[in-house]
């Protein structure tokens, strides 16, 4: 046998036994065998799919197809996590409005498992924007680039309003839709926090033409805590708010637009969260000798953040 390929047989032989161990230790009172299960199984779900993606992209530019390569590897991905970590991302209102299209799609950025929210609600014809770093990695690197992924180098102003102006065309040339977390940065909240508004998303929309459409998801730190090292499985709310028409906007309404959604999102967010469906949501689901998440629910909720748009 090739020693390449034997390699690679050792070592997936050795990554599946080893979130397997960790699987069955969470149902032996074992202190984060669950976090580091699932941390497994995600990447290796990732990775996999990834892999998958970069096949998907190929065939699908063959045949004209490629502008969905995205939601194509994202409904594979969503469907493949549900199996290996338990974790489902829930529209509980608005789905309609993903069908707005073109559009800029923005969302509330918790951590890594917002990949998996991007697998349940991603439209066809749409593309993610992705710092450029990303493009170097292997599989997922590949498959954001074959599958027209906008990279902004944050470092370098004048690149990434290049990339958002040839974003801006493509939009009304193809009718893609772009997805973008105007936070910039993951938060790992506790709570129902929304960090300020880089203001990039909504010079792309006013620049295009297009709808806004915001995309809320509730508060999951009961299933997703990278601090408590907490990671199980459970239903997560989330909420696709009406569009925003930007049509008749300028450049310089760009920073009420930004404040304006912000606000409605927060507000969103956290009548998501504390709504009893958003509380079952956060407890997640108790395997036999996990903690019992039910004690979560009796916290007081955080106070939001309350802090503006960032310039």
Request: glycine share 8%.
């Amino acid at each position: 046998m090739n020693p390449l390929l034997l390699a690679f047989l050792r070592l997936l032989t050795f990554y599946l036994g080893l979130t397997s161990t960790f699987y069955t230790l969470s149902y032996f009172r074992i202190p984060k065998a669950s976090f580091y299960a699932r941390l497994l199984a995600s990447y290796g779900t990732l990775i996999l799919c990834a892999i998958y993606g970069v096949f998907a992209s190929l065939i699908l530019r063959l045949v004209g197809k490629h502008r969905i390569s995205q939601w194509v590897t994202a409904r594979a991905f969503h469907h493949t996590m549900a199996l290996t970590t338990g974790i489902h991302f829930e529209i509980v209102e608005g789905a309609q409005y993903l069908n707005t299209r073109p559009c800029v799609l923005i969302g509330n950025h918790q951590s890594e498992l917002d990949v998996l929210l991007l697998g349940t609600i991603f439209p066809r014809y749409c593309s993610v924007t992705a710092k450029s770093s990303l493009a170097r990695l292997p599989f997922l690197g590949w498959f954001m680039a074959l599958s027209g992924t906008v990279f902004i180098d944050r470092a370098d102003r004048a690149s990434a309003v290049k990339a958002f102006e040839g974003a801006a065309q493509e939009m009304k040339r193809e009718r893609q839709s772009v997805f973008i977390f105007p936070e910039g940065t993951r938060s790992y909240a506790e709570g129902p926090v929304l960090g300020p508004f880089k203001k990039g998303a909504f010079h792309l929309a006013v620049q295009a033409g297009v709808d806004v459409v915001p995309v809320v998801c509730a508060n999951y730190s009961g299933v997703l805590s990278v601090r408590e090292k907490r990671f199980r499985g459970g239903r997560i709310p989330v909420k696709v708010l009406p569009p925003i028409p930007t049509a008749h906007l300028k450049a310089a309404d760009v920073e009420e637009l930004a404040r304006t959604t912000r606000e409605n999102m927060l507000k969103e967010l956290v009548a998501l969260t504390e709504s009893p469906l958003g509380q079952k949501a956060t407890q997640a689901e108790v395997g036999a000798g996990e903690e019992d998440l039910a004690t979560l629910a009796t916290r007081a909720t955080p106070t939001a953040m309350a802090t503006g748009i960032e310039r």
